[in-house]
């Protein structure tokens, strides 16, 4: 008869350790990262590479559009567009719409929340559109919706809330 969980022989807590520190080398978590990554204009490359065709229309309110492509770069290991690439992707493209409705005012991400509504397969075409939902003094609210170039399929939508710096009077 084997013997019951409560009975096996518990590790050591120098073995514990050991086990610990081979399970994180395991998942890479102590390699360094390349030298591309450290550059202060890394995220946003990596995002800009993702997009394509990008139009800014004006009237009546703002409106950004543009493509993204599902590469290999951006899958997850379902071959489908990585959930943190939505995002970021959603926060790119609600800050240009953002900008153009308050103009180049300095303003940062406050919230950002997603929902996943279907999966972008790889090599597949996805419109982005951004669009303002509210914009007031301090705040602007925009919507992101991700959809199948060929079907219009509601993939993901966003909500992004941008907040406008207030400027200092001297």
């Known amino acids: 008869m084997a013997p019951q969980p409560e009975d096996a022989p518990k590790p050591s807590p120098e073995e514990s350790r050991e086990w610990t520190l081979r399970f994180i080398q395991a998942l890479g978590v102590d390699a360094s990262l390349p ?20 139009t800014v229309s004006s009237s009546p309110a703002p409106r950004v559009s543009c ?33 153009a409705a308050a103009g180049d005012k300095e303003m940062f991400l406050g919230e950002l929340s997603t929902a996943y509504l279907s999966a972008a397969r790889l090599d597949s075409e996805v419109e982005v559109e951004a669009q303002i939902l509210r914009k007031g003094r ?21 909500r992004a809330t941008f ?6 009077s001297l």
């Open 35 to 54: 030298a591309s990554a450290e550059r202060p204009d890394a995220y946003s490359a990596l995002v800009r590479a993702l997009l394509s065709s990008a």
């Open 67 to 99: 493509t993204l492509t599902v590469s290999s770069a951006a899958t997850n290991t379902y071959n489908t567009l990585h959930g943190g690439a939505v995002a970021a992707v959603a926060e790119a493209v609600g800050m240009a719409c953002a900008r």
């Open 138 to 158: 301090s705040v602007v609210v925009t919507t992101v919706e991700f959809r199948l170039k060929d079907s219009k399929k509601l993939c993901y939508t966003s």
């Open 163 to 168: 907040y406008i710096m207030p400027v200092a």
